[in-house]
């Protein structure tokens, strides 16, 4: 996919089913890293945009990375975020900053190998299981349009589903 955002839609679905052990802030800073290589590859007019990153070990060692140093990061990005909304009107727009090592794992390792899986699809330069095979099995497995349309309706989902479980904790919480 031409565009991490897309990417972000399984990944709201995912959090709405598994809730705090899944971050979904870790899953988008995966998404980010995993798409740095296309990024470099495009501004230097190459030929091949998805290489190593773009492979099942290279989501691997790049979840690892983005396992220890998105767990930092994020939760300085959720505390900065919850600071920014530090108003009698506006708290409500307040997380948890704190991340879990399972949550951070899960939004990780999910990220990154879910990317290379749908890229798998729409992409005839990934070599997803390489060094074992040059092949990738997976290329037009289902029309590209298809992923964009399935990523956009979970994240929809998602993000609805979000929602709707945020205002329930909410009102639960205010008749206690």
Same mark, same amino acid.
């Not at 095979?133 to 309706?153: E, R």
């Given at each position: 996919?031409?565009? %991490?955002?897309?990417? $972000?839609?399984?990944?709201? !679905?995912?959090?709405?089913?598994?809730?705090?052990?899944?971050?979904?802030?870790?899953?988008?800073? !995966?998404?980010?890293?995993?798409? $740095?290589?296309?990024?470099?590859?495009?501004?230097?007019?190459?030929?091949?945009?998805?290489?190593?990153?773009?492979?099942?070990?290279? !989501?691997?060692?790049?979840? /690892?990375?983005?396992?220890? $140093?998105?767990?930092?990061?994020?939760?300085?990005?959720?505390?900065?975020? +919850?600071?920014?909304?530090?108003?009698?009107?506006?708290?409500?727009?307040?997380?948890?900053?704190?991340?879990?090592?399972?949550?951070?794992? %899960?939004?990780?390792?999910?990220? %990154?190998?879910?990317?290379?899986?749908?890229? /798998?699809?729409?992409?005839?330069?990934?070599?997803?299981?390489?060094?074992?095979?040059? +092949? +990738?099995?997976?290329? +037009?497995?289902?029309?590209?349009?298809?992923?964009?349309?399935?990523? %956009?309706?979970?994240?929809?989902?998602?993000? $609805?589903?979000?929602?709707?479980?945020?205002?329930?904790?909410?009102?639960?919480?205010?008749?206690?």
């Amino acid at each position: 996919m031409p565009f %991490t955002p897309f990417h $972000m839609g399984p990944g709201t !679905a995912i959090k709405a089913i598994t809730g705090r052990h899944f971050s979904l802030t870790i899953f988008g800073f !995966a998404q980010v890293a995993i798409d $740095m290589e296309p990024l470099i590859r495009i501004v230097r007019h190459d030929s091949v945009l998805h290489g190593f990153t773009h492979t099942y070990l290279g !989501a691997f060692i790049i979840g /690892s990375l983005t396992l220890f $140093m998105g767990k930092f990061v994020c939760q300085w990005l959720l505390r900065t975020w +919850n600071a920014i909304f530090n108003f009698k009107y506006l708290k409500w727009l307040q997380v948890n900053s704190h991340i879990s090592w399972v949550a951070a794992s %899960t939004g990780a390792f999910i990220g %990154t190998f879910s990317h290379v899986l749908l890229d /798998s699809i729409m992409h005839a330069d990934i070599q997803p299981f390489w060094p074992i095979s040059p +092949n +990738n099995g997976l290329l +037009n497995f289902i029309p590209g349009a298809w992923v964009y349309l399935l990523c %956009t309706i979970l994240g929809v989902i998602g993000l $609805m589903s979000l929602f709707v479980i945020g205002l329930w904790n909410k009102w639960a919480i205010d008749i206690e």
